[in-house]
């Protein structure tokens, strides 16, 4: 019974975790989806935006995507020791990426929209779950040989 129930929540947080890709226009402020759509390959400047707005959106997705994975990880690997190093993990990536956006947002060239482009990815999409779960798993196969 307790499998079943942890499945059903991770299958949630899977669901949850598709519905804010979805529903990314509707729920955050960023110009820079249509940009990166198209406008990137010939606009040699970003689109007119908000930069605070763009900021603090771009924060509250990351944090929003970082919870969710967080608990994921946590209900699958069933282990609340791996809480700070998550949180620490998640931390340090989201000062280092915060930066690195806001920097390349401030001194922005054509040059950086590759750069941009990834920095940005990782910023508001969930891809540091798609590292961690084989990261969790070996460290579990690791600790039992």
Same mark, same amino acid.
């Given at each position: #019974?307790?499998?079943?129930?942890?499945?059903?929540?991770?299958?949630?947080?899977?669901?949850?975790?598709?519905?804010?890709?979805?529903?990314?226009?509707?729920?955050?402020?960023?110009? $820079?989806?249509? +940009?990166?759509?198209?406008?990137?390959?010939?606009?040699?400047?970003?689109?007119?935006?908000?930069?605070?707005?763009? /900021? /603090?959106?771009? #924060?509250?997705?990351?944090?929003?995507?970082?919870? /969710?994975?967080?608990?994921?990880?946590?209900?699958?690997?069933?282990?609340?020791?791996?809480? %700070?190093?998550?949180? $620490?993990?998640?931390?340090?990536?989201?000062?280092?990426?915060l930066t690195a +956006?806001?920097?390349?947002? %401030?001194?922005?060239?054509?040059?950086?929209?590759?750069?941009?482009?990834? /920095?940005?990815r990782f910023l508001?999409?969930? #891809?540091?779950?798609?590292?961690?779960?084989?990261?969790?798993?070996?460290?579990?196969? %690791?600790?039992?040989?």
């Amino acid at each position: #019974m307790r499998k079943a129930v942890v499945l059903l929540v991770c299958f949630i947080l899977i669901i949850a975790l598709v519905c804010i890709r979805i529903f990314e226009n509707e729920l955050f402020y960023d110009p $820079l989806i249509l +940009f990166f759509k198209s406008a990137y390959l010939y606009e040699t400047a970003l689109p007119k935006l908000d930069f605070l707005k763009l /900021i /603090i959106h771009a #924060m509250i997705r990351f944090w929003l995507n970082a919870a /969710i994975s967080i608990i994921f990880i946590l209900l699958l690997f069933r282990n609340r020791e791996n809480f %700070k190093i998550l949180l $620490l993990i998640y931390a340090v990536v989201f000062v280092v990426l915060l930066t690195a +956006f806001i920097l390349v947002l %401030k001194n922005y060239s054509i040059d950086l929209n590759l750069l941009l482009f990834y /920095i940005r990815r990782f910023l508001i999409q969930p #891809m540091l779950l798609l590292i961690l779960i084989p990261a969790f798993y070996y460290q579990r196969l %690791k600790s039992k040989a």
